[in-house]
């Protein structure tokens, strides 16, 4: 089965950019749907981005749309969210997500397997 890793997190200023990736190994990513979710402390994991087993369709939450752009290398087996113009309330964990099949969907019990989350910070 897949593995991911996240990375690239950390603490930054509001109107600031971080990149985060997500590393997998095992299957080739081309393989599955992909997404990238985020949970702050006491609330639900919610959905921030997706894309499609053939990389060629994104899915934004509204909150991040025209902010934050997920992207994907299928030589390193690697997919990225760029986030731009970060917002206080873009502070939460963040995890990559993958489902073996074609479409990116926004409900988190639809993924099957998870990395271990990168935590992002903004600060006013």
């Known amino acids: 089965q897949v593995q991911l890793v996240e990375s690239g997190g950390g603490l930054v200023q509001a109107g600031s950019s971080l990149r985060l990736s997500c590393a997998a190994s095992g299957p080739a990513v081309s393989r599955y749907a992909m997404a990238w979710f985020r949970q702050a402390p006491g609330k639900e994991r919610e959905f921030v981005a997706g894309?499609?087993?053939?990389?060629?369709?994104?899915l934004y939450a509204s909150s991040v749309k025209d902010r934050f752009t997920m992207s994907r290398d299928t030589v390193k087996n690697t997919m990225y969210l760029q986030m731009n113009s970060l917002k206080p309330e873009d502070t939460a964990e963040y995890y990559c997500?993958?489902?073996?099949?074609?479409?990116?969907?926004?409900?988190?019990?639809?993924?099957?397997?998870w990395g271990q989350g990168t935590q992002v910070t903004v600060s006013s």
């Open positions: 997500a993958a489902r073996p099949f074609v479409t990116a969907v926004a409900k988190r019990y639809l993924y099957d397997f």
């Open positions: 894309i499609n087993r053939s990389g060629g369709d994104t």
